[in-house]
Every structure is written in structure tokens, then in C-alpha cells.
């Protein structure tokens, strides 16, 4: 038998091991920093990266395209190349304000003292339950991760006759994956009057297979004791009704769930950290530090992104500033609340710091606008203004102010809209 560790101490532990994670403990490393820990519960570094083997990722950081697994190797060899400590198969169960973390793995129980924590958890799939949908507990419903999972890593085909709910990105990527295998994909539904995903995605994944995408409806019944043998389906008007005499029976054996992606933010909540309400994140200032000092947060467990280029970017930011913290460089200014103006749903940073350095704001639109201009203004002063031919929520905004420009805020906030033409 093993011995069980009682005690540990790091300069800085990170939670989670994929693309966030790794990214965050290199840039940590390269930033001067030594005594480094990533904690993964899977027996893999990469996250859920491993099992997208489709390609599209790395475009923005690599100039190139890359599948899941490609990208992730990127960071795993250099996670190795520079000595970084990891250990797989550990499961953090608890977080102090204090930075203790208790964790458990083949060694037992570990309790880990750290100067420094930078939460890289990654995000979980929104199931069936809060959808309230009528019928039983019949086999064929699914995430749409987890029968990416099944058909990627195990060879397995959930269904052959397929109804997708949600047009998040990872439901219209198993539209054509299902399809590719053989399965009838017969539609996609869409409870908003838009795609909660990309635009390539839509193009790609169910234009180019004449996959129907049917917005403003949803799934209202699932039919099937043993197995799901159809479902009922409901147009939805602008009110958030069910139209009336709108509902269609549509045939088949299996129903993928794409309707949200949640951050696992259960370790922030034990630890006090400050969340937001519309991101379930926790609220960071603009080097990702949260409420709780020496606490970072980066990647889909602060915000749920759409490309995973900015999730390693992000992450880099993290793990610079934590390491700056520990090391005595940190570069702090005095604090600008980041508002949401009109048309924008929330703003990462939450809060920005009044110091000589460029700036990147992400956010995300409450809807679709065309034509319209991203802007940034303070005090009745517009400190950014550009165009956009469309603005939609399912893809992220980014707004870079130069640092002349952050230098030159003279109040204590400022407000991102989307202004629309006069």
C-alpha cells in the first residue's frame, strides 16, 4: 500500500489540466516562477480538446488548423519540455480562502498548502432536468458531449435516428459527426429566434449536409418507455410561448442535448470567491485575479468561449499575473468597474486596472445586430468606437483599448455597448 500524503506546499497550483490549465502553468513558468502544480481529475491532460478530433482550433495562436488533440499536444509537450508538475486522476474536493486545497487521488488524501491558485475547471453541460421537458426516462437522450465522447473515444454510435435540441457549437459539430456515421440527423432546434453558435459552425455542420436548422422551436414531450421513440415539437413565438396549433411529431430513437454549457464553479463558492450572475463565473479584474487575493480564474470555468485560442490567451494572462504576485512584480492601478451599456450581456473584465498597458475586453451581445458599432466610453468621452457588420451572442467580442487610451481614463468606470446607427 502506498503511503498517504498528509501535507504539500507550492508556490502555485492549478486546477484543472486542459488547454486553460496548461496554458496558465506555462506562462506562469516562463514568467520565472518554479514550484508549479497542475491537478487533473481525468487520466489525460487536454480536457475535453481530446475528444474533439475535429479540426478548426489553433487558427488565431498557431496560424494553423488544428484538431482538438493537435492543440492540446502543443501545450502538453511544452508542459513537459519545462518540468511542470502534474498529476492526473485527482480530484480537488475542497478550497479555503486561505488557499488550502484538499484533494484525492491513488496517493490518498492530500492536503496542499499553495501561495497561489489559479482555477482552470472547465465547464459541464447543462442536462435535462432544468429544461422540464414531459415524458419518462427512456434510453437514447444524451449531451451532446457525452455522445462525442461516445463516438470519438469508444467507437460507439448512440442512435441512428437523431434529434438535436440547442444550436450550441457542440450539438452542430455532432450533427455532421452523426451524420458522417451513418445516422439520420432530422433536425436541429433552436428555442431563440437565432444560433447560439458560430457561424461557420452552422455553414459546415448542417448547410453543407442539408441538416434542417429550425429556429424558434423546441422539444415540449419526449415519446418511448424503454427507448425514446419521438418527440413532440412546439414553434415558439417572440413572447417565449408555444404557438398554438403549432406542436409536430417528429419519429426518432435519440435525443442530443446542446441547451448550455455551465463553469464548474463549486471550489469557488467554498472558497468565498465573488461570482457573476449572468456568466456563473467568478468577477476578476483585468489580470483574472478574483474577490479572494491570489485566487486566478481563466477559461470556460471564468466565461464559456467559443474558440480556444482565447481560452489560452486568457489563461496566459493568469498565469503571468499570478506569477507577477508571488514574485513581487504585480502592476496594479487604481480600479475601473467595466459596465454593460446597451445591447451587451456581460463584460470579462468585470473590473480593469488604470495602468500603461493595452487592454482586451470580452463580451457578448443580448442579441442580433447588424450593422451596428462597438463602443466604449467614459464619462461622456468615447474611448473606442468601430463597426461590425453583425454582432451576435454566439460569438465573442473582443475590444482592445491601446494603453494611451486605458491611461487616459479619468473616472471610476466605464460602459461597453452596441450602439446602433442614428
Given amino acids: 500500500m502506498r503511503e498517504t500524503k498528509r501535507e504539500e506546499h507550492y508556490d502555485l497550483v492549478v486546477i484543472g489540466g486542459g488547454p486553460a490549465g496548461m496554458a496558465a502553468a506555462i506562462a506562469a513558468k516562463e514568467e520565472g516562477l518554479d514550484r508549479i502544480l497542475i491537478l487533473e481529475r481525468e487520466e489525460f491532460l487536454g480536457g475535453i480538446l481530446q475528444q474533439c478530433i475535429h479540426n478548426g482550433f489553433g487558427l488565431h495562436k498557431f496560424n494553423e488548423e488544428l484538431t482538438g488533440p493537435e492543440y492540446a499536444d502543443r501545450y502538453e509537450r511544452r508542459v513537459k519540455t519545462l518540468g511542470i508538475e502534474y498529476r492526473l486522476g485527482v480530484t480537488v474536493t475542497d478550497l ?21 491558485i489559479i482555477l482552470a475547471m472547465g465547464c459541464r453541460e447543462r442536462n435535462r432536468g432544468p429544461l422540464q421537458i414531459v415524458g419518462s426516462r427512456p434510453a437514447g437522450i444524451y449531451t451532446a458531449g457525452a455522445a ?42 433552436e428555442y431563440l429566434p437565432y444560433s447560439g453558435g458560430l457561424k461557420r459552425n452552422i455553414v459546415q455542420c448542417l448547410d453543407d449536409f442539408e ?16 427507448r425514446v421513440e419521438g418527440v413532440t415539437v412546439c414553434e415558439v413565438g417572440d413572447d417565449g410561448q408555444y404557438v398554438p ?55 470556460n470555468v471564468l466565461h464559456v468561449h467559443d474558440v480556444v485560442d482565447y481560452v489560452s490567451e486568457e489563461a496566459e494572462i493568469a498565469g503571468r499575473a499570478a506569477a507577477r504576485y508571488l514574485l513581487g512584480r504585480r502592476n496594479t492601478g487604481r480600479p475601473v468597474v467595466v459596465k454593460k451599456g446597451v445591447g451587451v450581456r456581460y463584460v470579462v473584465p468585470q473590473v480593469i486596472e488604470n495602468v500603461n498597458e493595452d487592454l482586451k475586453l470580452f463580451f457578448r451581445s443580448d442579441g442580433v445586430y447588424r450593422d451596428a458599432y462597438l463602443k466604449v466610453s467614459c464619462n461622456g ?38 450602439e446602433m446607427p442614428s
Avoid: W
Avoid at 479555503?96 to 497561489?116: L, M, N
Avoid at 474611448?383 to 486605458?406: F, Q, S
Fill in 96 to 116: 479555503t480562502s486561505q488557499r488550502v486545497i484538499t484533494a484525492v487521488g491513488e496517493y490518498g488524501v492530500s492536503r496542499i498548502y499553495a501561495h497561489a
Fill in 148 to 189: 462525442q465522447k461516445f463516438v470519438n473515444l469508444k467507437g460507439m454510435l448512440p442512435g441512428k435516428e437523431v434529434i438535436i435540441l440547442g444550436s450550441g457549437d457542440i450539438g452542430l459539430i455532432m450533427a455532421r459527426r452523426m451524420t458522417l456515421e451513418g445516422a439520420h440527423v432530422k433536425a436541429v432546434l
Fill in 211 to 226: 441538416i434542417p436548422l429550425m429556429l424558434s422551436h423546441t422539444v415540449v414531450q419526449i415519446h418511448g418507455k424503454q
Fill in 245 to 299: 396549433d403549432s406542436s409536430q411529431y417528429i419519429s426518432c430513437d435519440t435525443v442530443l442535448l446542446s441547451v448550455g454549457l455551465i463553469p464548474e464553479n463549486e471550489l469557488a463558492k467554498k472558497a468565498g470567491v465573488s461570482l457573476d450572475p449572468i456568466t456563473g463565473g467568478a468577477v476578476v479584474n483585468s489580470r483574472r485575479e478574483t474577490s479572494v487575493p491570489g485566487i486566478f480564474s481563466c477559461g
Fill in 381 to 418: 468621452e468615447t474611448l473606442y468606437h468601430r463597426k461590425r457588420k453583425i454582432v451576435t451572442p454566439g460569438e465573442m467580442a473582443t475590444v482592445v483599448l491601446k494603453n494611451d487610451v486605458v491611461a487616459s481614463i479619468n473616472d471610476d468606470e466605464i460602459t461597453v455597448e452596441v
